[in-house]
């Protein structure tokens, strides 16, 4: 079975200063993805950026963008010029392709973003 | 296009009593994927649906169950009613099952007194 941790339980920073969140994961899996969603008040779940563990790449999304170390298994989050709209949950999450459509979640962590 | 939508927003029950949520996923999308959220346990997978066919479930006790309906709208459904089934439940849906772009759903907060 996987696990997800993130370590971080809360987080704070300054608008427009650089934030990183922590995520790390266990797995016996060589083929999986690696997803950051954010959870506003709104509580719908959005995709934030999304990373195929075939892929030496880090991927980038404008302001987002992620640290992958497949060896070491972790999968951290960076947010460049940090926006009032950043405040939110965010959750890391694992999915295994040979386990169909099964998200497995990190516990969250909660960012505040300060005027 | 209008997003995946979960009916009803809030919802509150008696323990002992069943409940029925709704979800309806984006048009064209066939796979519909259902996730428990509460402050103790987190996110957790509850079951995944496609083409009228349960193709996952999660860890949960035979009082939850779901469907898929040939249009694609989902329903879960939770017997016998308990005080710890009190949640957010939240739907996503993709293309199919294999495609990773979930679009998920505000959910339906359920409140069991």
């Known amino acids: 079975a996987q696990t997800v941790t993130q370590s971080q339980p809360e987080m704070s920073v300054q608008e427009a200063e650089t934030v990183t969140l922590s995520c790390t994961y266990d797995?016996?899996?060589?083929?999986?993805?690696l997803f950051w969603y954010k959870q506003p008040p709104s509580r719908q779940m959005i995709l934030v950026i999304r990373?195929?563990?075939?892929?030496?790449q880090n991927a980038t999304e404008n302001r987002f963008s992620v640290n992958f170390q497949k060896a070491a298994k972790s999968f951290s989050l960076k947010i460049s010029d940090s926006q009032l709209g950043d405040t939110a949950m965010y959750f890391c999450?694992?999915?295994?392709?040979?386990?169909?459509?099964?998200?497995?979640f990190g516990g969250g962590t909660r960012l505040m973003v300060k005027p | 296009k209008a997003g995946v939508t979960q009916t009803p927003r809030y919802l509150i029950k008696t323990r002992g009593q069943q409940v029925t949520l709704s979800c309806s996923p984006i048009s064209g999308h066939r796979s519909v994927s259902w996730y428990q959220q509460t402050p103790g346990q987190g996110l957790q997978f509850l079951f995944e649906y496609f083409s009228e066919t349960q193709r996952n479930k999660g860890n949960f006790p035979g009082r939850f169950s779901g469907r898929q309906f040939s249009n694609s709208r989902s329903e879960m459904n939770v017997s016998t009613l308990e005080l710890g089934d009190s949640a957010l439940y939240l739907c996503a849906s993709s293309l199919a099952p294999g495609d990773y772009g979930y679009t998920f759903g505000s959910g339906t907060r359920l409140t069991v007194v």
């Open positions: 990373q195929e563990a075939y892929k030496q």
């Open positions: 797995t016996s899996e060589n083929n999986y993805y």
């Open positions: 999450a694992f999915l295994n392709n040979n386990a169909g459509n099964m998200l497995t």
